[in-house]
T-cell receptor
Framework: GAGVSQSPSNKVTEKGKDVELRCDPI?????LYWYRQSLGQGLEFLIY????????KSGLPSDRFSAERTGGSVSTLTIQRTQQEDSAVYLC?????????????FGPGTRLTVL | AQSVTQLGSHVSVSEGALVLLRCNYS??????LFWYVQYPNQGLQLLLK??????LVKGINGFEAEFKKSETSFHLTKPSAHMSDAAEYFC???????????FGAGTRLFVKA
């Protein structure tokens, strides 16, 4: 596609439920990132995928968070047993290659609200 | 460990006035530095980036930033603010060997008519 897309754009859930957030990166981009943006805070790195390599999960805040990337393209971020503190905007980004200087292209985000 | 500090969570300027958004970084290795902008209800997009070439970097929409190693700064400027510049701006740093990009907390720019 023309850009990174994310779905849903908004998600309201009840505490304790599981949620899945989807990211479609730009076609041909090998690197994919997930970030969390909480109110009044910067972007918090969550996880990174590069091609078929094992993802770096060092930013995931707890074992309730997991992510996968199928076929080197679409990625799903899953949050199990959601808590109110999980409420945030979840941003996905992709870049053409794995270098520190490569520009990341961001999706519009999924706003998650946990009641 | 790398870190980024953006001074001022909110900055307000008049239309036509100078825009100055401050960013200081900490890095144990020569850094790569970025400014991203997030317009209301939109995703982040790259404004400009410094990758060890020229220290004065020009970006889109008339913005530029200067890398000052002695001051560990990468402030963003624009000579004349426009109403359409109202947005949130994020400074970010990454090192030369890894992929992880550390973002600052962001500065929201308000432009008054």
């Amino acid at each position: 596609g023309a850009g990174v897309s994310q779905s849903p754009s908004n998600k309201v859930t009840e505490k304790g439920k599981d949620v899945e957030l989807r990211c479609d990166p730009i076609s041909g981009h090998t690197a994919l990132y997930w970030y969390r943006q909480s109110l009044g805070q910067g972007l918090e790195f969550l996880i990174y995928f590069q091609g078929n390599s094992a993802p770096d999960k060092s930013g995931l805040p707890s074992d309730r968070f997991s992510a996968e990337r199928t076929g080197g393209s679409v990625s799903t971020l899953t949050i199990q047993r959601t808590q109110q503190e999980d409420s945030a905007v979840y941003l996905c980004a992709s870049s053409q290659d794995y270098t520190s200087t490569d520009t990341q292209y961001f999706g519009p985000g999924t706003r998650l609200t946990v009641l | 460990a790398q870190s980024v500090t953006q001074l001022g969570s909110h900055v307000s300027v008049s239309e036509g006035a100078l825009v100055l958004l401050r960013c200081n970084y900490s890095s144990s290795v020569p850094p790569y530095l970025f400014w991203y902008v997030q317009y209301p209800n939109q995703g982040l997009q790259l404004l400009l980036k410094y990758t060890s070439a020229a220290t004065l970097v020009k970006g889109i929409n008339g913005f530029e930033a200067e890398f000052k190693k002695s001051e560990t700064s990468f402030h963003l400027t624009k000579p004349s603010a426009h109403m359409s510049d109202a947005a949130e701006y994020f400074c970010a740093v990454s090192d030369g060997g890894g992929f992880k990009t550390i973002f600052g907390a962001g500065t929201r720019l308000f432009v008054k008519a």
